[in-house]
């Protein structure tokens, strides 16, 4: 329990810490660089919460896959002249003001319904996984969501399809 | 000390969500504000996660492997739009592309 406790506040601090550097820091890849870090702190908390699947798809997608695509990004497109730039807008301010009110409400929400939200995790160490987390993934998957799937499978197509148009230079 | 429960992931996914929010908002980098999104869609996937084990159900990871699919789709598209917009406006602070502002 102890480490749980331990493993869960370095994976937070991996996730705060990486996501306010990816906000503020001038540089675009010192940016992508503290993503990654912030992306594998949420791939050691879903690890934490026993989901060995998303854990494996988290570091193989997001970090493999989309901060490369990031990083390629950045490499095309000159990104030296606005580094020389003012970095965040005349709204700052009240953006600032918006974000600090949702916060304060979901504080709110978070904090009155602290108990509430201990549904079930007591009966959680009594049932024994029968079967491993990918399975149960996979069943669940293409049984119930095969149609989901599948109309997740035409968006990526539209999604390529679609960036290799933006990205022509004559259409 | 209190266990690690269910509602210390939801104070830490709801903090990523506002940095997240705050980096979308404020940034002029139209790299650095897509690299937001990202964080908001992880703050999501996080909380997907915590309910899915709390509630007994896979069903929230399901969820959240389309959010991840989403989150490609939005990031091969969004830079690809990007790179379109650096070819023809020479820029990526995003208010400095006003062409619909008069």
């Known amino acids: 329990m102890l480490i749980d406790t331990v493993l869960f506040y370095i994976f937070?601090?991996?996730?705060?810490?990486?996501?306010?550097?990816?906000?503020?820091?001038?540089?675009?890849?010192?940016?992508?660089?503290?993503?990654?870090?912030?992306?594998?702190?949420?791939?050691?908390?879903?690890?934490?919460?026993?989901?060995?699947?998303?854990?494996?798809?988290?570091?193989?997608?997001?970090?493999?896959?989309?901060?490369?695509l990031f990083l390629f990004v950045i490499m095309l497109v000159n990104l030296d002249e606005a580094a020389k730039e003012r970095q965040f807008n005349r709204?700052?301010?009240?953006?600032?003001?918006?974000?600090?009110?949702?916060?304060?409400?979901?504080?709110?929400?978070?904090?009155?319904?602290?108990?509430?939200?201990?549904?079930?995790?007591?009966?959680?160490?009594?049932?024994?996984?029968?079967?491993?987390?990918t399975e149960q993934v996979a069943d669940s998957l293409f049984r119930e969501y095969l149609l989901p799937f599948e109309i997740a499978s035409v968006l990526l197509l539209v999604a390529v399809v679609g960036s290799v148009v933006m990205a022509k230079k004559r259409i | 000390m209190h266990p690690i429960g269910t509602v210390h992931y939801l104070a830490l996914s709801t903090a990523l969500l506002l940095i997240g929010t705050v980096g979308v908002l404020t940034r002029r980098n139209i790299v650095i504000i897509l690299m937001s999104i990202e964080l908001i869609l992880n703050a999501v996937n996080i909380n997907l996660i915590v309910f899915s084990r709390a509630l007994h159900s896979v069903s929230g990871q399901v969820f959240a492997i389309f959010v991840i699919t989403d989150a490609v789709a939005e990031a091969a598209v969004g830079l690809g739009i990007l790179i379109a917009l650096f070819r023809n406006k020479e820029t990526v602070l995003a208010d400095e592309i006003d062409l619909l502002k008069w």
């Open chain 1, 12 to 68: 937070a601090l991996l996730v705060l810490g990486g996501g306010l550097l990816t906000i503020t820091r001038r540089n675009a890849v010192h940016s992508a660089i503290s993503l990654i870090v912030s992306l594998l702190g949420v791939a050691g908390l879903y690890l934490l919460q026993q989901a060995e699947f998303l854990f494996a798809v988290q570091i193989v997608l997001y970090v493999g896959g989309i901060m490369v």
């Open chain 1, 91 to 133: 709204q700052w301010l009240v953006a600032l003001v918006a974000v600090a009110a949702v916060g304060a409400q979901l504080a709110w929400f978070i904090y009155k319904g602290k108990d509430a939200f201990h549904f079930a995790e007591n009966a959680a160490a009594a049932l024994p996984e029968a079967v491993g987390n």
